[in-house]
């Protein structure tokens, strides 16, 4: 089974083995988001505009991401923990539960904000002249929801199986069509931005078509049943209590763009938030795939867990720790140091450009020490520390940048927004840290494969 190999195959080739599938993969899911961005941007006379408009519904887009990584957040690595313990009926029972839980949410979501989609767009940052172009986009985003939110919640599923490449694909098949597609709807049929988020759609279509098709199939260790998608208040509170650290990270993510648009739009202008649009997309470039490795040693770290192997979980937590801090930090200075190469990456609009040259290398200048955070706060996933990961989550978002991104423009104007998200996340990092220095050795030294108290897996008893 790909299962056991969590647990015997060397540590070091195995994190290499799951980790450059899904880091991969989400380079090439980065791909929805970047290539629409670039083709609207460098669309002559309204592209700054068309931008700015898809900038404005980036925290709705982050909001539905938020709800489908609830689900895949907290019951992948709960499933892979039961795993670890041989109890394969509790996996699979903890995925259908999943899998009933992301169609519920793929309706209620979508039909609150199609209910209060005028409203809400202008209260996030838009204005009279990037309205039209935020409303096409997020209308024909929202009628696909259901796959998008299918793809991304189940995903995790896969990659908990040790089947990393088979999520790969789930992935490239849907990137690979929105490549194709996007010039096709943009500009063959003259759709514009709707263009952008049909083709999208259509993409992720592809995709969970893909995912649904080998999670029903003998291949899966883990399998959608019919019998185990009936609701269990039990593991769906389960999945809730580990998911909602991740949801909290994505959905403060969401949060932080509305400050920041609605900040920018008072003290700058629509440039300004066309400016935050161009570096929130730079940032992609170094936070998608640090998602890509924590999704690949997620499962490493939770099956070598509920497996009572501590050893390999230190040595899975130090390999991410050097991984994540010399990445971030190298991408993140190289941000620093060409702004301008970024910027026109995204726009063909010169004060958009000139201004994001002044202020990408403030907006990134945390992220070289971000690793640090990444890589603790994966590992207390992990490990179904569910209230600590929510701390971590809610300090750097929440406790930080929401009340600095309101303060700091008092002083500053607009660029104080930008100042803020740099001084939140060096602090956070740092204060992950130092949490995790004291607590990872106290949480392993009380841990154990036959105790029902060590993981939140173990809380759930398989009495069907």
């Not at 925290?59 to 709960?78: C, D, K, N, R």
């Not at 670890?84 to 309706?107: C, E, T, Y």
């Given at each position: ?98 899998f009933s839980l992301l ?221 994540l801090f010399i990445y ?30 002044r202020s990408l290398p ?103």
């Amino acid at each position: 089974m790909d299962e056991e190999k969590l647990g015997t195959e060397k540590l070091g080739k195995l994190i290499f083995t799951m980790t450059i599938s899904t880091i991969a993969a989400q380079i090439v899911n980065l791909m929805y988001s970047v290539v629409d961005r670039m083709y609207i941007g460098h669309i002559e006379n309204v592209g700054g505009e068309m931008l700015t408009g898809i900038g404005v519904v980036t925290p709705v887009i982050m909001i539905i991401s938020a709800f489908s990584s609830f689900v895949g957040g907290g019951g992948a690595p709960l499933a892979s923990i039961a795993a670890g313990k041989g109890d394969h009926r509790l996996a699979d029972r903890i995925l259908g539960n999943g899998f009933s839980l992301l169609l519920i949410l793929s309706v209620v979501v979508p039909s609150l904000f199609l209910i209060v989609k005028r409203p809400f767009l202008y209260f996030i940052g838009a204005s009279d002249a990037t309205y039209g172009y935020a409303n096409e986009y997020i209308t024909a985003y929202l009628v696909g929801t259901v796959m998008v939110m299918i793809t991304v919640g189940l995903t995790p599923f896969i990659i908990a199986q040790g089947n990393s490449r088979t999520a790969m694909l789930s992935v490239i098949i849907g990137a690979v069509a929105n490549i194709a597609l996007d010039p096709l709807f943009i500009f063959v049929f003259n759709m514009g931005v709707r263009g952008a988020a049909v083709a999208t759609v259509i993409s992720q279509t592809l995709s969970a078509v893909w995912v649904l098709y080998y999670l029903v199939s003998d291949k899966a260790q883990m399998r959608i049943r019919k019998e185990f998608m009936i609701p269990d208040i039990k593991i769906i509170l389960k999945i809730a209590s580990l998911g909602v650290s991740t949801f909290v990270m994505s959905i403060t993510e969401s949060l932080i763009s509305i400050v920041m648009n609605n900040g920018l739009k008072r003290y700058g202008g629509d440039v300004y938030v066309g400016c935050l649009t161009v570096m929130q997309s730079v940032m992609q470039f170094v936070s998608v795939p640090l998602t890509g490795y924590t999704q690949g040693v997620t499962p490493v770290i939770s099956y070598n867990y509920g497996a009572g192997e501590r050893g390999r979980v230190k040595g899975a937590f130090y390999i991410s720790l050097a991984v994540l801090f010399i990445y971030t930090f190298s991408l993140a200075l190289l941000s620093i140091l060409f702004p301008g190469m970024f910027a026109r990456m995204f726009t063909s609009s010169a004060d958009i450009i000139a201004l994001t040259e002044r202020s990408l290398p403030i907006f990134m200048a945390g992220m070289l020490v971000f690793g640090i955070q990444r890589a603790c706060q994966t590992t207390f996933v992990a490990l179904g520390q569910a209230k600590i990961s929510l701390f971590i989550a809610l300090l750097r978002k929440i406790i930080l940048l929401v009340p600095l991104a309101l303060i700091f423009p008092i002083f500053w104007g607009a660029d104080g927004i930008f100042y803020a998200e740099p001084v939140s996340d060096t602090i956070a990092a740092l204060t992950c840290g130092m949490i995790f220095l004291f607590t990872f050795n106290k949480i392993l030294s009380r841990s154990g494969p036959a105790k029902a108290s060590d993981t939140n897996a173990g809380e759930i008893n398989d009495e069907k």
